[in-house]
């Protein structure tokens, strides 16, 4: 922590953005030098809403521990959840049935919509759009009513058991999904008239926050952001898990890694998620939703990893295992927490405007960076 | 490490038409966008005047369940305590005395039956859990207190209307009057 405001030897001026900041869309505290407006460094600090999920998974059994990932992330809770359950799955050979995978991969690209959607309106607000903000609420709560229907809550699904899904699909399910696509289809060109055929909003982020091919990987950035520096790096594709190895869809990549290239990169992954639910969304699969485990789960012996792609990039979960019923040692391998460390690198020389336009892009979510 | 190359999609980047580089038709057309959506349908419900029903799955406040007679179903055997990740509930069982079969449903009973709502992640899994069907997770939500004590949620707050003594109360509970 540093003084409210000071100077350092060379007359630069040294301030804090946060915990509590608007631009920061949650608690990161970013510890910034300036000289004039242009920015010289730009220091994260880490911990302020540290909950230690890691130790607390140690103590929980592997059934329980699914439900605290949801806290990471928070907006793509589902997928934290698919990561844990298929990581225990893994571990004991579990085979999940066809239409658990099914449903579990509509609901990822639901929830990877439902994130990006939050991301894009909270992003034109970083910019002084306020009303986006709004459009893009009215879609993202679609999606919400129709996770509230099925899985019973809004943001912190729950819905991933080791083997399946908890509850099975409701009879509106399919009609309602198919109500959605129809809306969103309608309302995304609003989406690119409202802000990205803007001359204001490409002035202000092409050629903005560079993060050129090389620094992306050895930043270990992923997702959306390295793929905006022409990383191929959509585990989807590389490391395919569930059924994703049987769908038709295009990983983006764009070459140009500023901030205006992230945005496209995003907003064109949405379209590319709802390909991938309308592709689903008409055979899903008769039959079990779960497959018969035991009430008390016990994983052998060993080290097991899974990673998979959430709205944000790379998730890895790790898990070292005693052969008994709770984790010794759990790590997460979390998107975000890469993804920033690689700010600095992006901003460095800008104006401080251009930092929350920057940073905006990253799609931060600070409980994932720090979990 | 087949598929690196697979149908990956570039991103199209067409340089701006004149019209689309003035800015003062930009700051028109996100106006009448904008403006356009005061003739539609307003998506907006106004909460707290007006309410959308939750789906039947709503994972909101516990309610703890009585059988038709009227008895509490809930036998304290514990598991919904074991279940429970963030360790929110706790409980004391006792033993059922002669003369109070029209209480409780079976021989044990919980005598101190706490939920404590700000612990509560709202999971679901002691729903999962209960082998009597004594705990479920009702449509109530968003409870507001001035004190952290009260959100210690004991037998009186989390058992439903007796349907025998108190049936008004019961279908308000329900959400059916
Ligand atoms: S809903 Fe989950 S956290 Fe809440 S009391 Fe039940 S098991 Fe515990
Ligand atoms: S609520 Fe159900 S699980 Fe919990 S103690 Fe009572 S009977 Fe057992």
Same mark, same amino acid.
């Given at each position: ?20 900041? =608007? ?20 220091? =994260? ?37 698919? &990561? ?12 999940? $049935? ?23 309106? %909270?992003? &034109? ?10 459009? &893009? ?15 019973? %809550? ?7 058991? $080791? ?39 490409? /002035? ?23 793929? %905006? ?10 490391? =395919? ?14 070459? %140009? ?25 008409? /055979? ?26 959430? &709205? ?22 979390? $998107? ?26 990253? *799609?931060?979510?600070? =409980?994932?960076? *720090?979990? | ?63 703890? !369940? ?49 939920? !404590? ?61």
């Amino acid at each position: 922590m540093v003084e409210e405001i000071g100077t350092n030897t060379e007359g630069d001026l040294i301030i804090n953005v946060g915990p509590q900041h =608007p631009a920061t869309h949650g608690v990161l505290h970013l510890v910034l030098t300036l000289s004039g407006e242009t920015i010289k460094k730009v220091e =994260p600090h880490l911990g302020y809403i540290h909950r230690s999920i890691e130790k607390m998974c140690e103590s929980l059994s592997y059934r329980q521990f699914i439900y605290v990932t949801s806290r990471m992330d928070y907006l793509s809770s589902h997928i934290n959840n698919h &990561a844990c359950a298929l990581t225990v799955e893994k571990a004991m050979q579990i085979e999940v $049935p066809q239409r658990a995978q099914y449903i579990r991969v509509i609901m990822d690209e639901l929830t990877r919509i439902a994130s990006h959607e939050l991301w894009w309106g %909270a992003m &034109a607000m970083d910019l002084g759009a306020f009303t986006p903000f709004f459009h &893009a609420f009215r879609e993202r709560e679609t999606i919400t009513d129709i996770m509230e229907k099925t899985c019973g %809550a809004r943001l912190t699904m729950n819905y991933m058991v $080791p083997g399946g899904v908890m509850v099975d699909l409701h009879p509106d399910f399919q009609k309602d999904v198919k109500s959605f696509i129809q809306l969103y289809k309608s309302k995304f060109e609003e989406y690119n008239e409202l802000v990205t055929g803007n001359i204001i909003f490409q /002035n202000r982020m092409k050629g903005i926050g560079i993060l050129s091919k090389e620094d992306a990987i050895s930043y270990g950035c992923s997702g959306p952001v390295a793929r %905006a520096s022409g990383v191929h790096c959509d585990i989807r594709k590389l490391y =395919p898990y569930e059924i994703y190895s049987q769908l038709e869809f295009d990983e983006i990549l764009d070459t %140009a890694g500023d901030s205006f290239a992230r945005y496209m990169v995003r907003l064109k992954e949405m379209q590319q998620s709802i390909r991938i639910v309308e592709q689903l969304i008409d /055979n899903i699969p008769e039959g079990e939703f779960q497959a018969k485990t035991k009430a008390v789960l016990k994983l052998p012996k060993g080290e097991f990893y899974q990673r998979v792609e959430t &709205a944000r990039g790379e998730l890895g979960v790790y898990i070292v295992s005693e052969g008994g019923t709770t984790p010794y040692r759990i790590k997460f391998r979390s $998107p975000g927490f890469s993804n920033l460390s690689a700010l600095e690198h992006m901003v460095k020389g800008l104006k401080i405007g251009d930092l929350v336009a920057a940073m905006g892009t990253l *799609d931060l979510v600070i =409980p994932d960076i *720090d979990r | 490490m087949q598929a690196l190359t697979t149908r990956a999609k570039a991103v199209d980047r067409r340089p701006m038409t004149f019209l689309e580089r003035l800015y003062l038709w930009n700051i028109l057309k996100g106006m009448l966008i904008t403006f356009s959506h005061i003739f539609k349908k307003q998506p907006t419900i106004q909460y707290p005047e007006q309410k959308r029903p939750f789906s039947p799955v709503f994972r909101g406040l516990h309610v703890l !369940n009585r059988d038709e007679e009227g008895r509490e179903r809930c036998t304290a055997c514990g598991l919904c305590a074991v279940a429970c990740p963030a360790e929110a509930i706790t409980m004391e069982a006792a033993e059922r005395l002669p003369g109070e079969e029209n209480l409780y449903r079976e021989e044990k009973y919980a005598a101190r039956y706490e939920i !404590n709502m700000l612990r509560c992640i709202f999971c679901g899994l002691c729903e999962e859990a209960c082998p009597k069907d004594a705990i479920y997770l009702s449509e109530t939500f968003a409870p507001a207190s001035f004190t952290r004590q009260s959100f210690i949620y004991g037998k009186p707050d989390l058992l439903i209307p007796d349907p025998k003594t108190q049936p008004a109360e019961l279908a308000a509970a329900k959400g059916l009057s």
